[in-house]
């Protein structure tokens, strides 16, 4: 599952967020994430008379993260979860589209993007300060970088940028090295991806060019995992937000 960050860092999650759905017809569904700041071992807390009813069973591999609550809930909007992330300095968290009627398939949605913020916080490292005047070396050094990936790679480091350079644009101002980087890995994508499009509607600012960003991305890794069945229906729902 591909998670975007629309408030927060996606390469230094806060550990703890607020992760929503939308279904066909535009309804917001969301639960909440949180990390345990310092992990634990479950059979550390197993009194000793339980012991044997747990033998044979890895309970310190076990994963402490589960979404809260288990099933999404309807919430008014997404400008709600944009208010109450920046209050509580939650991480905000687009997951991607869910069923409403089939409340396994949420549940299963729900888990999966614990599973996925957990695995981003776990791999974050502790940001290092810059020295002054080395970032637009690096800047320059990114398009190397980005050609040496796979094609798959190539989508998730959009997918990553897009989150980034979003989030940056609600803060007031677009951060032009991100900009960069994202037209870079699009200018490696094959034309079918219709990656100019992409960052077209990343720069749009608001819920529509959210939503541009967020199809685009879905519409790039359908094409990528040759889900052709479903592309009718997303190129008509960009149609009709572009319109």
Do not use: W
Not at 90 to 117: F, K, W
Not at 134 to 161: I, K, N
């Amino acid at each position: 599952m591909h998670l975007i960050f629309e408030h927060g860092d996606r390469d230094a999650p806060a550990g703890h967020a607020l992760i929503y759905f939308t279904d066909d017809t535009g309804n917001v569904f969301a639960t909440y994430v949180g990390v345990p700041p310092i992990p634990f071992d479950l059979t550390n807390f197993v009194p000793p008379m339980f012991a044997q009813m747990f033998q044979g069973m890895d309970l310190g591999s076990q994963s402490m993260v589960a979404a809260i609550p288990p099933i999404p809930q309807s919430v008014p909007d997404i400008e709600y979860l944009r208010a109450l992330a920046e209050r509580r300095r939650d991480d905000l968290v687009y997951a991607g589209a869910t069923m409403r009627g089939d409340p396994m398939r949420m549940g299963a949605d729900a888990n999966e993007a614990a599973q996925a913020y957990e695995e981003l916080y776990s791999l974050s490292a502790i940001p290092q300060p810059e020295t002054e005047g080395a970032a637009p070396a690096r800047v320059d050094s990114e398009l190397s970088r980005f050609a040496e990936m796979s094609e798959r790679e190539q989508l998730d480091e959009l997918t990553t940028l897009t989150g980034r350079l979003r989030d940056s644009m609600r803060n007031g101002q677009t951060d032009s090295d991100t900009e960069q980087q994202l037209r870079q890995v699009a200018s490696l994508l094959p034309a079918k991806y219709r990656s100019d499009a992409l960052v077209e509607a990343v720069l749009t600012p608001g819920d529509r060019g959210q939503k541009l960003a967020a199809l685009h991305l879905e519409r790039s890794y359908k094409l990528f995992h040759e889900d052709y069945l479903d592309l009718e229906r997303i190129d008509r729902e960009i149609e009709a937000i572009a319109d």
